[in-house]
């Protein structure tokens, strides 16, 4: 409920407030519902980019008014389908239609089989320790949510201490996944007396030195939602300020860092990761785009905003900083990289060329003018040598290796033993309880890109009710297949166009579903009829 005459981030800043005093209630309640014992440690989980719910007012904000809003889940729920992530655009810091949106805990789709953070959840249910997962907005400038923490944190532990006549900050740690890294990157760099007192600080999977996969969202959108038009998905990625930070290393911060990246005993970085496209010795800096001959580097006409870049250039330094000595001991990198029978898989994109173009490019019709040159080894999104902060101990780099996907990274028991190892200093933990079976159908790439073109057609299509149309498509799928086609599409949603959708220049049409035997072959023939 907002008050009178508050200006909108005013409003929004109070209503992202009540989610996380509401999540307070529950840890309190958690808190309260065990058995008196030894002490106790508290784990905040700071969720990755995508990885925090996303929740919308049904209405919009009123300048002046005093006003009630009831939210819906926006990210992620079956809403996407239906034009949810256009709805997820912002103007400036304000979000679309003056409908404000929040962060409201982690993301958990139970329909679509998509819960990154179950396991870990209930791994710290299994070892004792009181868990907090700190919600935040990843479309928004992530010093912001760094802020927030920081205000939040004496509250929460006020709060806590009445209701639990226990100090929930006598011993805690920060974990954050992905972006979420990033974020307890910039708390500790705050030098907060309260937030310091952390006993460890943890990043899992997390970009510090950025990823090849956002930078061609500025120009391709992304080929899992481009059934709402590749400009559209384009601009809507550019009105998102946080990501403006995840983009490769900038040359500054390479001339001070490539030495010791390089140096890297395990998975060193042969040289600087984004290079021009026509000129093999030049580099091609995502933050410093010189234009040349009438082209330049970003496109004008989809929102991507200079001003921005400028301002994400801050960020990402801050992040790749170096930390004082006291506060670098507690800091832990906890790094994935995919392996086959022992070795290393080249399957993450740890290379880039990069093409000028015109100040009119189009998404709709133009190529990506970045190409993906390298895989090397990483979790199949961050890339080995840029999940490590060459500033953190030697010894508090762990490197984990096996099936990993960077978005199910903190599901992994792996994961567990290692943050058991970190944070609880023992090489043993109580395991969590076993997983009901897999779906019997894991959906490929294939299956999902084939599944996307036929809803961009029948979107495409449709001239009278996109709503009805959207809904005739998806009921010829059954519940479990849609739900494998969205579980596959989130475990991949960071991943490059190159890793989804093939090399340029190899890339083939989409193929259709693959057909099965008796009355599925029928259906899946007629649904792969209507696609094409």
Same mark, same amino acid.
Request: net charge positive.
């Given at each position: +409920?907002?008050? $009178? ?50 929740? *919308?007012? %049904? ?79 990843? *479309? ?7 802020? $927030? ?30 972006? %979420? ?28 030195? %950025? ?28 009105? +998102? ?147 490590? $902060? ?109 890793? !989804? ?6 890339? *083939?049409?989409?193929?259709?579903? !693959? ?6 072959? %029928? !259906? ?9």
């Amino acid at each position: +409920m907002s008050g $009178l005459a508050m200006t909108y981030d005013q409003v929004r800043t109070q209503e992202q407030v009540a989610k996380l005093e509401a999540a307070t209630g529950e840890f309190i309640t958690r808190y309260n519902a065990k058995p008196p014992g030894p002490p106790r440690k508290t784990i905040f989980l700071f969720p990755g980019g995508l990885g925090s719910r996303l929740v *919308r007012a %049904g209405t919009p904000h009123q300048d002046g008014a005093t006003q009630s809003f009831y939210y819906s889940t926006i990210w992620l729920d079956c809403s996407i389908l239906f034009g949810a992530a256009l709805d997820l655009q912002m103007q400036n810091d304000i979000d679309s239609a003056r409908r404000i949106i929040v962060a409201d805990g982690y993301v958990q789709f139970d329909l679509m089989d998509i819960r990154p953070y179950e396991q870990f959840i209930e791994w710290c249910d299994l070892n004792g320790l009181d868990w907090f997962v700190f919600g935040w907005d990843w *479309r928004r400038r992530v010093d912001q949510a760094a802020d $927030l923490f920081i205000t939040f944190l004496p509250i929460f532990r006020q709060r806590v201490q009445q209701a639990c006549n226990a100090d929930p900050l006598a011993d805690f740690a920060l974990v954050g996944h992905s972006f %979420g890294g990033m974020l307890v990157k910039l708390i500790l760099n705050r030098q907060d007396p309260l937030a310091n007192t952390c006993t460890h600080a943890v990043s899992v999977g997390t970009p510090f030195y %950025g990823h090849g996969g956002h930078v061609h969202r500025y120009f391709a959108g992304d080929p899992d939602l481009n059934f709402e038009g590749k400009a559209n998905i384009t601009r809507a990625v550019s009105s +998102m300020r946080g990501g403006y930070a995840l983009l490769f290393l900038d040359q500054a911060t390479f001339n001070r860092d490539g030495p010791a990246l390089a140096a890297d005993p395990d998975f060193p970085l042969a040289g600087y990761p984004s290079m021009d496209a026509n000129n093999a010795t030049q580099p091609a800096d995502p933050y410093n785009p010189t234009p040349k001959g009438g082209k330049v580097r970003y496109p004008g006409n989809v929102g991507f905003s200079m001003a921005e870049l400028a301002i994400g250039l801050q960020t990402y330094q801050q992040v790749a900083a170096p930390l004082p000595p006291a506060i670098n001991a507690k800091f832990f990198n906890i790094r994935g990289v995919q392996t086959r029978s022992g070795v290393p898989v080249n399957g993450t994109v740890s290379s880039q060329t990069w093409t000028r173009i015109p100040n009119g490019f189009d998404p709709d019709v133009d190529q990506d003018p970045i190409t993906d040159v390298s895989k090397g080894p990483g979790d199949g999104v961050i890339p080995a040598w840029s999940a490590r $902060l060459v500033s953190a101990l030697p010894q508090n780099v762990r490197t984990l290796t096996g099936d990993i996907e960077h978005m199910t990274m903190m599901n992994a028991e792996d994961t567990h033993r290692e943050l058991a190892r970190i944070i609880l200093g023992a090489a043993a933990m109580k395991r969590r309880r076993r997983r009901a079976p897999k779906r019997a159908k894991i959906a490929t790439r294939a299956d999902v890109n084939a599944f996307v073109e036929g809803l961009r057609v029948v979107k495409a299509r449709s001239k009278v009710d996109s709503t009805r149309d959207t809904l005739r498509y998806l009921s010829q799928f059954e519940p479990e297949e849609l739900g494998s086609l969205m579980s596959t599409a989130f475990v991949d949603a960071l991943k490059s166009p190159s890793q !989804k959708l093939g090399e340029p220049g190899k890339r *083939r049409s989409p193929p259709t579903p !693959k057909r099965d035997g008796g009355a599925r072959k %029928g !259906k899946k023939a007629r649904r792969s009829k209507r696609a094409r």
